[in-house]
């Protein structure tokens, strides 16, 4: 099999946070076989100055400091260098469009990703202006730095280059693939705690199994996430199964 590889540009004040998550588990493997090539750069290195220094204060006051452009924008030209047209140059911040599993499978398709992480109060806008591609928020709060952001978005990106999961194509089952969340998963033993195993899973009939977890899918999106419900491409028989969570409701409600 010929597998394409993913070169990933890290921009960070803090390289060392990446240490820890990005070698353990299905990270390290993927850049074991060679599918994420992952590069962390160390802004304060694209200073120039004898203190290396990277922030200064804000025009216009106010607290806190700001990320001065020079050594950011060093840094993205040096990430850049060979990379193809088109390039994503994405900076991670609270103000971005909300990451999603749509959007992890469509970074997953370059060959080449920058992430920048900003700190402090955040980076001089002009950065965003002259280089920046793509912003991108993991949610609606507000982080110390973007370094965990892009380590989510690393993440979940990763486990969509083809060859990085162990069963192959592992990831189109997932909650959120197709819209729709997964239901619950059981192992061994088959009683636990007074729980035991549903029955059609350890039959193993193959189509009823499949029929079941879709309808399990269904059943947690409606209770769960129904807001999914609106977008979700579902057949007819989905549809239907849907009308049936309802009936079941309304007779909880007025029985
Ligand atoms: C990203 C960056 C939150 C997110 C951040 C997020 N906080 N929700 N903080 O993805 C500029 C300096 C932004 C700290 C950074």
Known sequence: MNYNSLRIDVLTLFPAMFQGPMTESMLWKARDRGLLDLRLHDIRDFTTDKHRTADDIPYGGGGGMIMKPEPV???IEHALI???PGTPV????PQGRVFSHR???ELSRHERLVLV???YEGIDDRVRQLLITDELS???YVLTGGELP???VIDAVVRHIPGVLGAEGAANSDSHADGILEGPHFTRPPLFHGLSVPQ???DGDHGKVARWRREQGLRRTWERRPDLLLTAELTEDERYLLGRFADEDSRRATG
Request: net charge negative; glycine share 8%.
């Open 73 to 75: 924008v060093a840094a």
């Open 82 to 84: 060979d990379a193809p």
């Open 90 to 93: 994405i900076l991670m911040t």
């Open 103 to 105: 959007i992890a499978v």
């Open 117 to 119: 992480c900003g700190r």
């Open 138 to 140: 993991i949610g609606d």
């Open 150 to 152: 892009a380590m989510v």
């Open 200 to 202: 059609v899973l350890q």
